[in-house]
């Protein structure tokens, strides 16, 4: 029982000691940016739980999902496929090196030549940052291919779907999740650039209008919003790895394991 | 025993194969608009870009933009891998300190760098400040956790043995900490360096605040379409290139490592 | 059951050739016990893989069941050497020595019958859900042979199954693959450089030449049915036998080894 008290402590001591120091010494600001986090957190409430949710933070996130699934399922299907072939592998290998080496935001300019400014390029913006992570982390995971597995397989004859769905995708697993979590970081920051560039709604979008209007709190409590959307995101994402991976995590701590 | 590998030249038909791949894709890029398949006024055909680029070389602006760029991703890749480097040793060192801090940054290391651009706007203006701002808070937590995971990888028999001989805290960190975690700090600090090249340009294309960035907004609001392929092909270029440079420099500083640790990478 | 007719094997590369297996014939009856012994070196490996339709011969014909082996062949199940890497880590034990099955569309109550048979014969009725990589050296062994047992091969080839146990944990193996083979009646060829384990185990004895390899004899072992660890190796029958075989390895070291 103590030692659940002691966790919990180690776990919420440091953030609670830090929110009470913000709320205190903030409390009397008089400071125009920096103003106090009680009225942060009432235009936090004031802001968001509305129409608002509704009106910009939903759409944003459901951009956010279909390009990021969008990306996941591209950066897999093409990954598998080149990673599966020495020839196809080694002529894209540079053209891919490259792609990714391009820093993500300045694809927002070139798809808005190209698509618009609807909700059509902010997905396209999104899957054309985040899904280069996912492929060549996969065409990595496909080429490590245990090959002993890969006899096994041959040998009790598992081919086709079978054999990509058991041991490809599977053994690619733990790259291909390494390639899905940088790849969620670079679709939230997309989503959050591709709104302040060029939107009329959206979380970046509304975050900008506040600093330009010097709407100061309720910028603050923007800040905040998007803050606690990464984190969530965030959580839930390593919620899911420990599920998929978690064969993974078992077989590396056995191996860690002093023989 | 596994299949014997092919005969030949191993290391020099991928290069080919991949220098082919890289001609093909501008080989496209330059047929497509003059087909007609895309339109050219979008997305220019790949002689009109490289030519636009031989410009660019030409004109002063560029290189003062560039040099920008390379100023504030260097100091903020400094001061990240600063700060990340000595916050890393010490929370990994104190004891009991790790544990205390590690919900926080847990929780702080997700918080999307984007989200501070209002605010360093606010706070900073078009200033180069704004940008260093996001590049430092983007990259410090990679090097952080990267450093706490070179810390904990600590032998615990060396460990055990530094203690019996009462070696102080200075010498623990000089002879036992640091050498284990050298590897996860090159490491670290390449990951840390991509992280800040993408904020640089980020900042500068959204804040404004000088370098390539801004250039390729102010291409992008004057529609002026190939300086801004030009621009966007330099930044891919200065990526490689920074990619380049510290793989290289990351086989060198380890070179005399018993193990270069491709784990690491891969748990990132 | 199993015939090797010919073979012969020539790895190519880096401007090397080497002749791993020179001229080798030999077959197996249906339901036969026969065990592979030969220096290190000789091609043992290689054999398997040929056999197994994993490695395509350079000559020579290979049948199993009267059908030339062009591929994996139907009916056929291999124990590789490296057992532990060739079990999936992702899958549950169940799981592993499920998949063969569902991929060759055994209907789903046929295949829970097989895998629990399959796991009750190798003793491992109670690690069903286990992870491979959560159970010893010897218990992953066991998985692996419950999987090919759980296939129904008709033939069932085992690589150097036991060089990486500890030796109570290879003597209890031994048993079981007796027991496996006398129950489920399958054609059996086991590689092995261990001399007393192919005598212990075997119906037959063929010994290899060092490479490249050819058959140098081939020894009926007379032992009795019945085996166990305690009486068959100290009869006097098993040591005369033992070391005959030890004295033919020997004799194949020393052989020249030619080259190509």
């Not at chain 3, 286990?130 to 999987?147: F, T």
């Amino acid at each position: 029982m103590s030692g659940a008290f002691r966790r919990a402590g180690l776990v919420l001591g440091l953030p609670v000691v830090l929110f009470v120091v913000w709320w205190f010494a903030s409390y009397d600001s008089k400071d125009f940016y920096r103003p106090p986090l009680h009225k942060i957190l009432e235009a936090f409430r004031d802001t968001w739980f509305g129409e608002r949710m509704v009106q910009d933070v939903l759409p944003s996130l459901i951009r956010l999902g279909i390009g990021y699934a969008a990306a996941l399922a591209v950066g897999v299907t093409l990954g598998v496929a080149i990673g599966s072939a020495r020839w196809l592998r080694a002529l894209l290998e540079p053209v891919l090196e490259f792609l990714r080496a391009i820093p993500p935001p300045v694809l927002v300019p070139i798809v808005i030549l190209l698509a618009g400014i609807e909700d059509r390029m902010k997905v396209i913006v999104i899957v054309s940052g985040a899904v280069w992570p996912v492929l060549l982390n996969t065409v990595e995971g496909v080429r490590a291919v245990d090959e002993v597995l890969a006899d096994t397989c041959r040998s009790y004859r598992i081919r086709g779907l079978a054999r990509l769905r058991h041991l490809v995708l599977r053994s690619a697993s733990p790259q291909i999740m390494t390639g899905a979590r940088q790849a969620l970081a670079i679709a939230i920051i997309l989503m959050v650039i591709s709104e302040m560039f060029a939107a009329n709604n959206g979380l970046g979008f509304l975050v900008v209008q506040f600093q330009r209007s010097f709407q100061v709190t309720e910028m603050w409590s923007g800040v905040l919003l998007l803050g606690l959307i990464g984190v969530a995101l965030s959580l839930a994402f390593r919620f899911v790895d420990r599920r998929v991976l978690r064969w993974y995590y078992g077989l590396r701590a056995v191996e860690r394991q002093p023989k | 025993m596994s299949q014997p590998v092919r005969a030949g030249r191993v290391g020099q038909v991928p290069a080919l194969l991949g220098a082919a791949g890289l001609v093909a894709v501008a080989v496209a890029l330059e047929l497509a608009p003059r087909l007609g398949l895309v339109p050219a006024e979008f997305m220019p055909p790949t002689s009109t870009i490289l030519a636009e680029l031989a410009r660019q070389l030409q004109r002063p602006e560029f290189w003062v933009a560039l040099r920008d760029t390379l100023v504030t991703w260097g100091i903020g890749l400094g001061i990240a891998v600063a700060a990340g480097t000595v916050a890393g040793v010490v929370i990994g060192t104190v004891p009991g300190l790790r544990a205390a801090t590690s919900s926080t940054i847990e929780f702080l290391r997700p918080i999307p760098s984007v989200a501070l651009i209002p605010l360093a706007v606010l706070l900073y203006g078009a200033r180069i400040q704004s940008t260093l701002m996001l590049v430092i808070y983007a990259s410090f937590w990679q090097m952080l956790v990267q450093v706490l995971h070179g810390v904990v990888d600590v032998d615990p028999v060396a460990r055990d043995t530094a203690r019996s001989y009462r070696l102080g805290l200075f010498a623990r960190i000089r002879y036992l900490v640091w050498p284990t975690a050298l590897p996860y700090v090159v490491t670290g600090v390449r990951l840390a360096a991509t992280v800040a090249l993408i904020l640089t340009i980020t900042g500068e294309l959204i804040i404004g605040t000088p370098g390539l960035g801004k250039e390729i907004a102010v291409a992008s609001e004057s529609n002026a379409v190939p300086p801004m392929y030009a621009l966007v092909l330099v930044t891919g270029l200065l990526g490689v290139g920074a990619n380049l440079a510290f793989r290289a420099a990351e086989r060198r500083v380890l070179a005399w490592h018993p193990a270069i640790r491709v784990e690491a990478a891969a748990a990132l | 059951m199993l015939a090797v007719r010919g073979l012969r094997k020539v790895y190519e590369g880096h401007g090397r050739r080497v002749e791993a297996i020179g001229d080798l014939t030999f077959t197996v009856g249906a339901g036969e016990f026969a065990c592979v012994v030969g220096p290190s070196g000789c091609g043992k490996t290689t054999l398997l893989r040929c056999v197994a339709g994993l490695l395509p011969p350079t000559a020579g014909q290979i049948e199993v069941d009267g059908r030339p082996v062009s591929g994996p062949p139907r009916g056929l199940a291999l124990v590789f050497q490296e057992y532990g890497r060739s079990l999936f880590p992702w899958l549950r034990v169940r799981d592993n020595v499920e998949l063969p099955l569902r991929s060759a569309r055994v209907p789903r109550g046929r295949r829970r019958d097989l895998v629990s048979e399959a796991l009750a014969s190798v003793g491992l009725g109670d690690v069903h859900h286990a992870y491979p990589w959560q159970l010893s050296g010897g218990m992953q062994q066991r998985v692996a042979i419950a999987r090919a047992v759980a296939y129904q091969p008709r033939v069932l080839l085992m690589d150097e199954q036991f060089a990486a146990v500890d030796a109570q944990t290879r003597a209890d193996l031994e048993d079981l693959i007796r027991s496996v083979w006398q129950r489920f009646g399958v054609t059996l060829l086991f590689v092995t450089h261990d001399i007393d384990e192919a005598v212990y185990l075997g119906q037959r004895v063929i010994m290899l030449s060092a490479a490249p390899t050819h058959v140098a004899e081939d020894l009926p072992i007379d032992l009795p049915v019945e085996r166990d660890q305690l009486t068959t190796r100290a009869d006097a029958r098993f040591t005369e036998l033992r070391g005959h075989v030890y004295a033919q390895i020997q004799a194949a070291k020393r052989a020249e080894p030619s080259e190509v």
